[in-house]
């Protein structure tokens, strides 16, 4: 397995290139194996974030996923987990991986937590007050194991300081 924060500080063009490559060569395998990994998916979010493009990740999940022939992409849970919640996916890897420092990471891993989809303890949640944003709150939840996501942002506009933070439910891994 390449390392990909290493390949594309070195090259950036063939990273940025090669699932554009891989769906262009309709070699559907490896792009299936790319999009599975947690690891490429990371380094492409905090590559796309660079270009302060909001959905540019997002659009990198679509224009991948549309192109997968729909026999394939049923096979791979992750796959039709992404496909079904592109939008939330996309802001909890945002979240996951751009907002939060690495070292701050551990407070969002709930061993409590169980993932509503596949039962497995790989949830990672949280809340985040978005530094660029007064009042934009974000919460977040996914599986690191089955991809399940589920994401919201509440805009306060009150600008009343007593707006509770909404709770974690466990029953349904989702933030109220
Ligand atoms: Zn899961």
Redesign the pocket.
């Known amino acids: 397995m390449p390392d990909y924060q290493i390949w594309m500080n070195e090259n950036e063009y063939a990273f940025k290139a090669l699932h554009i490559h891989l769906i262009n060569a309709s070699r559907w395998y490896p792009l299936v194996l790319l999009l599975c990994d947690v690891d490429y998916l990371s380094t492409q979010v905090k590559f796309l974030q660079k270009r302060r493009d909001r959905i540019a990740f997002e659009r990198f999940l679509g224009d991948c996923i549309d192109a997968i022939p729909a026999e394939i992409l049923q096979r791979k849970k992750r796959l039709v987990n992404i496909s079904k919640q592109r939008n939330s996916f996309a802001t909890c890897l945002e979240m996951m991986y751009c907002q939060i420092d690495s070292y701050n990471l551990h407070k969002y891993r709930d061993s409590q937590a169980i993932?509503v989809?596949?039962?497995?303890r790989?949830m990672i949640h949280g809340h985040i007050d978005l530094p660029h944003a007064d009042y934009h709150d974000q919460y977040f939840s996914w599986?690191q194991?089955?991809?399940?996501s589920w994401a919201k942002d509440e805009l306060n506009s009150d600008y009343s300081f007593d707006n509770a933070l909404w709770e974690f439910d466990y029953k349904t891994n989702m933030y109220r």
């Open positions: 993932c989809d596949c039962g497995s790989s599986c194991n089955c991809f399940w």
